[in-house]
């Protein structure tokens, strides 16, 4: 070996000593750190905190990966939890736990689902069963005694909800409280469910038929009710009081059909006697258009009626007593002013048996009048106008007599009428196709019983009776359109009752055939009708006292309360005591009217007392219908 060579060796064995003693015997470098991340799936808002150890993070809206800034050794423990979710999500975490083995973890997921909240509330009252509450498609059946309900179906935040009453038990009344909101953050802790007894008061009047006539004072309220009577004309004033005219009371003094105009007060239970009766009822017209103390309608029955805008009540028709005391047919039309207590004639004969002159189709002019008829239907529009349809009366030759198609509207702003629509004398209905409406479609001669004012301009009307028989079809007519849409029942006559279960939602149920009931519309846009009559054949006319309901939600009848069988004597029990086992006996043509609270009042008509007697009637009765 060269000097040179020995040279190299010493600096390579120096150089190799140094290097050793720097580097404290060995290594590549140093150690490696590992990333702690995974994915996220559902995350639709801001508000996720991971945490691991001290480090945490929080992904946005949206993100589907995570990362912490902290890196781990080998060997180092993590733990990924989700130590707070965004609002209305529930985040959770699956494989966050472990140990970093010469890699980073690759399986850690988090995941996020919307949070589903609770439907449901609180229910009192509840003794029976067959209570269904709903929300949307969704439906609870509550068993009687339950305090609480809650739906299958969970909601999402945001979510609207809408709880309503399907089908209560027969019994009882349920209504809902606090029952449309949406979800905000949290289950709705104040839906509540209020169950009552569905019962009927006797609030005045006899339980026998017949009963003997009590003086009244004119101008002095009282609690005794007017003499018993049937198809008395009514209306419903804008402070809620109800006004009684005439009808036929053969009991009452002088006359069977008096001219007497009687006020209830619901809130006092007062009747007062506003207008008493003349001597046989017979008319005074004064002069055309010209209100006067002394003027009065002749004691009539039958009559239609309304309330305008302004809270006058107006008269037509009917039959009674003419100017000369005859009695008959009338096409007379009366406004009654409240406020001064005056009747002015309006339009019409003073006679009896009064022609229809027409005019152009659509026109109001200031020669046209409806012929006389009674049992006609009466409703308004928008507009305050007067509109008639059908009844029983004669044609303009005065030759025929029938039911009438025809549809009438009086102007009050022009004092004018206009036939709006026509048909022959007992025209067959057309029904084209159900739930359609068409410039085709008529319910044909009708003698309407049973109408409801659904809304300004658009009236619905049930059964009553037409050439071929009674009829239990339903109708809807709209000004607007000048259509009629037949929405439910037979279009055959004589249609007998199905009653299916007391309180039960059917597409099979059905009034029947029938006229002479009366009708009242509630807040929820369901149609009540309570008693009439059916023509029995040989066992004679059938009267009732079942209430029903047709529901607008469904579209199908329920039967709510009374008898099944025909011609059933009345429960009265005790006088302003309501109870479950009280209710009125059968009867036909009582008047009719709801009140703001959603009462319904009944008044009088023709038919069975407490003890099963057969007669005319002056009771009073409410029930509770919503």
């Given amino acids: 070996m060269s000097n040179?060579?020995?040279?190299?060796?010493?600096?390579?064995?120096?150089?190799?000593?140094?290097?050793?003693?720097?580097?404290?015997?060995?290594?590549?470098?140093?150690?490696?750190n590992f990333a702690i991340g995974g994915s996220i799936s559902g995350l639709t808002a801001d508000g996720l905190t991971l945490t691991n150890g001290n480090d945490t993070v929080s992904p946005a809206s949206g993100a589907t990966s995570f990362q912490f800034s902290t890196k781990l050794a080998n060997a180092a423990s993590y733990a990924v939890t989700a130590t707070k979710s965004p609002p209305a999500l529930t985040c959770t975490v699956s494989h966050g736990s472990g140990v970093i083995n010469q890699a980073s973890p690759t399986d850690i997921a988090v995941t996020c689902v919307p949070v589903q909240y609770v439907l449901g509330g609180s229910i009192s009252g509840l003794?029976?069963?067959?209570?269904?509450?709903?929300?949307?498609?969704?439906?609870?059946?509550?068993?009687?005694?339950?305090?609480?309900?809650?739906?299958?179906?969970?909601l999402l935040n945001g979510s609207n909800y809408e709880v309503t009453v399907s089908?209560?038990?027969?019994?009882?009344?349920?209504?809902?409280?606090?029952?449309?909101?949406?979800?905000?953050?949290?289950?709705?802790?104040?839906?509540?469910?209020?169950?009552?007894?569905?019962?009927?008061?006797?609030?005045?009047?006899?339980?026998?038929?017949?009963?003997?006539?009590?003086?009244?004072?004119?101008?002095?309220?009282?609690?005794?009710?007017?003499?018993?009577?049937?198809?008395?004309?009514?209306?419903?004033?804008?402070?809620?009081?109800?006004?009684?005219?005439?009808?036929?009371?053969?009991?009452a003094a002088g006359t069977g059909y008096p001219n007497d105009l009687w006020r209830y007060n619901p809130v006092s239970s007062e009747w007062t006697l506003i207008r008493s009766t003349l001597a046989g009822g017979v008319a005074v017209y004064g002069t055309l258009g010209v209100a006067s103390p002394g003027n009065v309608p002749g004691g009539r029955h039958w009559a239609s009626s309304w309330m305008d805008q302004s809270g006058d009540l107006w008269l037509f028709g009917g039959i009674g007593f003419d100017t000369a005391g005859m009695w008959g047919l009338l096409n007379d039309l009366w406004r009654y002013h409240p406020a001064t207590n005056e009747w002015t004639w309006i339009s019409g004969s003073q006679n009896a048996y009064g022609l229809s002159v027409y005019g152009p189709l659509g026109t109001a002019t200031a020669s046209a009048v409806p012929g006389a008829r009674d049992r006609g239907v009466t409703f308004t529009d928008d507009s305050g106008d007067l509109w008639l349809f059908g009844g029983f009366g004669d044609q303009p030759d005065g030759q025929s007599r029938g039911a009438l198609a025809e549809m009438w509207k009086f102007s009050i702003a022009s004092g004018e009428w206009a036939l709006v629509s026509d048909g022959p004398l007992n025209a067959p209905s057309v029904y084209g196709t159900l739930g359609v409406a068409s410039a085709s479609n008529t319910p044909g001669g009708r003698i309407f019983d049973v109408v409801w004012q659904t809304a300004p301009g658009e009236v619905v009307m049930y059964g009553g009776e037409s050439y071929?028989?009674?009829?239990?079809?339903?109708?809807?007519?709209?000004?607007?359109?000048?259509?009629?849409?037949?929405?439910?029942?037979?279009?055959?006559?004589?249609?007998?009752?199905?009653?299916?279960?007391?309180?039960?939602?059917?597409?099979?149920?059905?009034?029947?055939?029938?006229?002479?009931?009366?009708?009242?519309?509630?807040?929820?846009?369901?149609?009540?009708?309570?008693?009439?009559?059916?023509?029995?054949?040989?066992?004679?006319?059938?009267?009732?006292?079942?209430?029903?309901?047709?529901?607008?939600?469904?579209?199908?009848?329920?039967?709510?309360?009374?008898?099944?069988?025909?011609?059933?004597?009345?429960?009265?029990?005790?006088?302003g005591a309501p109870a479950l086992a009280n209710v009125p006996g059968a009867r036909l043509y009582p008047s009719a009217w709801a009140d703001a609270a959603g009462r319904l009042w009944l008044f009088g008509g023709a038919g069975y007392d407490g003890a099963g007697g057969l007669g005319y009637l002056n009771d009073v009765w409410v029930i509770q219908s919503n």
């Avoid at 390579?12 to 050793?20: E, S």
């Avoid at 169950?195 to 009963?211: D, F, I, L, Q, V």
């Avoid at 009674?470 to 439910?488: E, F, H, P, Q, V």
Wanted: net charge negative; with cysteine; hydrophobic share 35%.
């Fill in 4 to 32: 040179w060579q020995r040279a190299l060796a010493v600096v390579g064995l120096i150089g190799l000593g140094l290097l050793t003693g720097c580097g404290g015997g060995g290594g590549g470098g140093p150690a490696p």
């Fill in 127 to 154: 003794t029976a069963d067959g209570l269904v509450l709903a929300n949307g498609n969704d439906s609870v059946s509550v068993a009687t005694g339950a305090t609480s309900f809650e739906f299958a179906t969970k």
């Fill in 167 to 251: 089908q209560a038990p027969p019994a009882l009344l349920c209504s809902v409280s606090n029952g449309t909101g949406s979800i905000n953050l949290a289950s709705p802790t104040n839906i509540t469910v209020t169950c009552a007894a569905r019962e009927w008061t006797w609030k005045s009047g006899s339980s026998t038929a017949n009963p003997p006539i009590v003086s009244a004072t004119q101008g002095v309220p009282s609690l005794t009710p007017p003499s018993a009577r049937r198809d008395a004309v009514s209306w419903t004033d804008s402070a809620g009081n109800f006004w009684v005219f005439g009808g036929e009371a053969p009991y």
């Fill in 468 to 575: 071929e028989g009674y009829r239990s079809d339903l109708w809807k007519y709209s000004t607007a359109t000048g259509d009629w849409t037949w929405i439910n029942g037979a279009t055959t006559p004589g249609v007998q009752n199905s009653y299916g279960t007391l309180g039960l939602d059917d597409a099979t149920n059905t009034p029947g055939a029938r006229v002479g009931s009366v009708a009242w519309a509630d807040a929820k846009g369901n149609l009540w009708m309570f008693g009439g009559y059916s023509d029995g054949t040989s066992a004679g006319l059938q009267l009732y006292n079942d209430l029903w309901e047709f529901r607008a939600s469904t579209q199908h009848w329920v039967w709510i309360s009374g008898s099944s069988s025909s011609n059933a004597a009345g429960t009265y029990g005790t006088v």
